[in-house]
């Protein structure tokens, strides 16, 4: 059987896990999975269904009728299907980030998640990002990140996305969403976000993506005996 890499980057939101993620996996040919796409996905499920977003057994009726497909585009962007639906944009409103929150302290939606990202692993070279990957997801990863910045870099960064994806906010309220998501995060009972004993912790406030993505890159190829394309 070949051998699969695997890295495991998680992280609080706004910490720059997806972007620094998706150019990694096209440097090192990986596959990307945003694992935070599929929770937000079962959000958005639970946000149409109208359920109450903090009850277990809500949301266990509605997951018969949840088929959530991740697909790639012609450029290998992951693109997230509901019930045959792409909501690849619908998912990203800022109401859905905190459905997505909410549902994912659900242990009936984290178990419902599990298998679907393990098996990514099993098949491909892998860069999974999000809060346990590290911890539970794939606890054997060949390489674990803790990426982290302080959240006044992160709602920052957030701001300047969301501005340029035309969504009216304020730096208040992104940052009031990031700390409120964080703390739910950190402190959920199951499967909290918190930095696996043996990942390598990177703070990236001080750091351009530019200067992130290269310290990620000089990690991989110390770690893994792999290489980014056009490197010797
Ligand atoms: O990475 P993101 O901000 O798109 O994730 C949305 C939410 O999903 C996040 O607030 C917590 C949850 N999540 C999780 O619990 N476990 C993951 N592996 C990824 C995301």
Known sequence: M??????????PSGAGKSSLSKKISAAFHFVYLDTGAIYRTVGLAAFRAGIDRHSEQELSKILPEVHIEIRYDDSGLQRMFLNGEDVSEAIRMPEISLYASDVSALPVCRAFLLEMQRRFARDYDVILDGRDIGTVVLPNADLKIYLTASSEARASRRLKELVEKGVSTTFEEVLKDIELRDYQDMTREIAPLRRAEDAVLV????LDFEQSFETLCTLIEEKLPVRREGQA
């Open 2 to 11: 070949t051998k699969h890499y695997s890295i495991a980057i998680d992280g």
């Open 203 to 206: 703070d990236t406030s001080d």
